[in-house]
């Protein structure tokens, strides 16, 4: 089980890491998803569970393919 909560905090750092690179603010993709900006940042900080449509949403907007998103491998889990 502990495996499982370093993958999802690696996701969850996966996607902060590129929101940072596009310059996006937890703001900009909080309104994106109709959601507030603390509810986005939990979905950061892998709090928040989120669904598999949610993690195509999130690629969506961060102009990036899924797979790069959920790849545990290179992720840099905080």
């Given at each position: 089980?502990?495996n499982?909560?370093?993958?999802v ?21 909080a ?23 949610r ?24």
């Amino acid at each position: 089980m502990k495996n499982m909560a370093f993958k999802v905090k690696a996701v969850a750092a996966n996607i902060r890491n590129k929101r940072e690179e596009l310059n996006y603010t937890q703001e900009y993709l909080a309104a994106k998803l109709s959601i507030s900006q603390n509810a986005y940042s939990k979905i950061e900080l892998g709090y928040t569970k989120i669904t598999v449509e949610r993690l195509f949403q999130i690629a969506e907007i961060l102009e990036t393919d899924l797979m790069e998103l959920i790849n545990t491998d290179k992720a840099e889990a905080a």
